[in-house]
């Protein structure tokens, strides 16, 4: 069984200010861990993945991501948010069963603020 | 959102009615998916088809049903047991290798009054 907690259902952050946005994941296997973004009304585009190769992801935008195995966490990342990086994030684990199936992680919605 | 198409954007329909939402896709991948997101939520998985021909159920399959008679098309059907079938519906794709990610379509906002 996998699971995937996003610690923050809303985050706030000036524009100019770095973005945190923490997860945790529980997993019986070595996971895939993915960020994706929404935007209102759209569908969901890669920020970026973990798939066992190197621990630190660097994505699209600007974002990043750190895999610690021994915190069970993935936590995304930018140095300086922008008014575009407003949405909702979501992080995803995923199985290494038949279908490769993927669980969500309830989201956290980013808010930047001017 | 890439090579996949779902239509309509928005759809209402009235209390007791099937309706039928559309996926396709020109990425030639073999898997597709139906994911519904509530408000505030994440995406709960419907159904998934590796192949064609053949599909299976997802966590919260009760109330929907598909078909995958092509490779490029995976259209959900919303039926009148579905009892709260207002939400946001995604539908999705994956590539042949085990280590390939998801993509995602614009997703069909459905409302039922």
């Known amino acids: 069984a996998q699971s995937v907690t996003q610690l923050d259902s809303h985050v706030s952050v000036s524009e100019g200010t770095p973005v945190l946005l923490r997860c945790n994941y529980s997993s019986s296997y070595s996971p895939s861990l993915f960020w994706y973004v929404q935007h209102p009304n759209k569908g969901l585009q890669l920020l970026l993945k973990y798939t066992s190769a190197a621990t630190l992801v660097k994505g699209i935008n600007g974002f990043e991501a750190e895999f610690k195995k021994s915190e069970t966490s993935f936590h995304l990342t930018k140095p300086s948010a922008h008014m575009s990086d407003a949405a909702e994030y979501f992080c995803?684990?995923?199985?290494?069963?038949?279908?490769?199936?993927?669980?969500f992680g309830g989201g956290t919605r980013l808010m930047v603020k001017p | 959102d890439g090579g996949i198409t779902q239509s309509p954007k928005y759809l209402f329909r009235k209390e007791g009615q099937n309706v039928t939402l559309s996926c396709e896709q020109n990425l030639n991948h073999d898997a597709m998916y139906w994911y519904r997101q509530d408000p505030g939520q994440g995406l709960r998985l419907i159904y998934y088809?590796?192949?064609?021909?053949?599909?299976q159920k997802g966590d919260i399959a009760e109330g929907y049903s598909v078909s995958r008679e092509k490779k490029e098309s995976f259209p959900l059907t919303v039926t009148s047991a579905q009892k709260n079938p207002t939400a946001f519906y995604l539908c999705?794709?994956?590539?042949?290798?085990?280590?390939?990610?998801?993509?995602f379509g614009p997703g069909t906002r459905l409302t039922v009054l």
């Open positions: 999705a794709t994956k590539g042949d290798r085990a280590y390939n990610e998801q993509f």
């Open positions: 995803v684990v995923r199985g290494n069963n038949a279908g490769n199936m993927l669980t």
């Open positions: 088809s590796q192949i064609v021909n053949d599909f």
